[in-house]
């Protein structure tokens, strides 16, 4: 089992390459939770539950996107890849 590391956020598994795609994403969700808990933290006695729905739906549906067009993007290779028997 391989031991987990921080740079396995913005690097790419299998070349150990920087994808500057999750670099990007992970400084969004950081930089919006931040933001999420400062506004927790002013707004104590004027907090709104709708704050929670909007904050984890963006978050999921951020990650749902992400996998989907992953997921599409692997067929993609898969279909266009050399056939190296022919």
């Known amino acids: 089992m ?25 400084i969004g969700k950081c930089a919006m939770t931040w933001g999420f808990i400062y506004t927790v933290w002013q707004q104590k006695a004027n907090f709104n539950e709708l704050l929670w729905v909007a904050y984890g739906s963006i978050v999921v549906a951020h990650e749902l ?16 890849a050399p056939n190296p028997t022919a």
Do not use: I, P
């Open 2 to 26: 391989r031991k987990w590391c921080v740079m396995d956020l913005v690097t790419d598994h299998q070349t150990g390459k920087l994808r500057e795609t999750a670099l990007w994403s992970n």
């Open 65 to 80: 996107t992400a996998r989907y067009f992953n997921q599409k993007q692997q067929v993609l290779d898969k279909q266009n």
